[in-house]
């Protein structure tokens, strides 16, 4: 099956390497991708070419933490249809059962999934359909999404209890940028994001 994201998910993330200083045309141009995809609301982005966007956008700026930024995330996320279903959630719980079931709408590489064990609710996300490495800095980004997500539906400054990251250490820019993003260090080297 051939996986894809929404363009209008790409344009957030788009306009938040703009935002960094990234130069979106050159970008798209190096990655072999219309840029003209961006104002498409019905067009996708192949899994593969997101991953090249981001190993481009983080070479460019030099910043092995982009999108590690709450602000960031908060003001170029794009859930559309999805962000206004959990809206009407009456809970934060069911709310992000509604995005599991329509997650395919904005991204149909990656999973998600809400689980509960003896130590709270863990919110996992992992990406599929890639033949080629997924950036950290892209999962990283997308878990950060998702907590700023969390935090927007229910209009409260959360604090998660725990991170954990597949990456087997921080990004060379070191502890700071988790500690800002997240209130913490994640665990690295853990079996999911």
Same mark, same amino acid.
């Given at each position: 099956m051939h996986r894809t994201s929404s363009s209008t998910w790409v344009k957030g993330i788009a306009d938040m390497f703009a935002s960094q200083g990234v130069d979106t045309p050159r970008l798209f141009r190096a990655a072999r991708l219309d840029v003209g995809l961006l104002d498409r609301p019905d067009a996708r982005v192949d899994v593969e070419k997101i991953s090249e966007l981001w190993d481009l956008a983080v070479a460019w700026t030099g910043n092995p933490a982009l999108g590690m930024d709450s602000e960031l995330s908060a003001r170029y996320v794009n859930f559309d249809l999805v962000g206004h279903v959990m809206l009407s959630s009456p809970d934060l719980r069911t709310g992000l059962g509604h995005l599991s079931r329509y997650l395919a709408l904005i991204s149909d590489c990656t999973t998600f999934a809400l689980d509960h064990d003896a130590r709270g609710y863990w919110i996992s996300i992992a990406h599929i359909g890639a033949t080629r490495p997924i950036p950290r800095q892209r999962v990283e980004y997308a878990l950060l999404t998702l907590f700023t997500l969390c935090c927007w539906l229910t209009r409260w400054e959360?604090? +998660? $209890?725990?991170?954990? $990251? %597949? %990456? +087997?250490q921080p990004a060379a820019t070191g502890e700071a940028p988790y500690h800002v993003a997240f209130g913490m260090l994640p665990r690295f080297g853990q079996a999911a994001n």
């Open positions: 959360l604090r +998660p $209890l725990a991170v954990e $990251l %597949t %990456t +087997p």
